[in-house]
């Protein structure tokens, strides 16, 4: 019938619109691969040439994926751990292990570590004083 003739036509010019559209966004994404691989590729070239310049563009443009830890800021927040902990802190029971129990809660243990002028988030202390793996224990 006539009105289906007009919704086919209809379909039709919707699908080749949103076929187009699929084009141009296939080819936009493979710009800016391209464009992020040049970008990058002149980052490494500048930092072989300047090792000055290496170090500040690497603070920016980290060639690695992904969040950096917290280590980078502050290399020895472990040691200003075990020695809050070993202040403020209580030997092990029977005294046969080298383990040393916290009189501190978690939030007192940030307090002090923020007084040495570091801001650490609550979750990430946490994580800190956790074993890499617990089952081994």
Known sequence: TNEQEKQLKKLLVEQKKKANDLKRLKAEQAAKKRYREIKKRKIEALCEK???????????????????????????????????AKV????????????????????????????????IKRSTLYYRLLPHRTNSV
């Open 50 to 84: 300047n090792p000055e310049l290496a170090a500040e563009l690497n603070k920016i443009y980290r060639p690695v994926i992904g969040r950096p830890p917290i280590e980078e800021e502050c290399p020895d927040l472990l040691q200003i751990i075990e020695e809050i």
């Open 88 to 119: 403020g802190g209580a030997a092990d029971d029977n005294r046969r292990s080298a383990t040393i129990r916290p009189c501190l809660t978690l939030d007192d243990l940030r307090e002090k570590i923020k007084e040495r002028g570091y801001d």
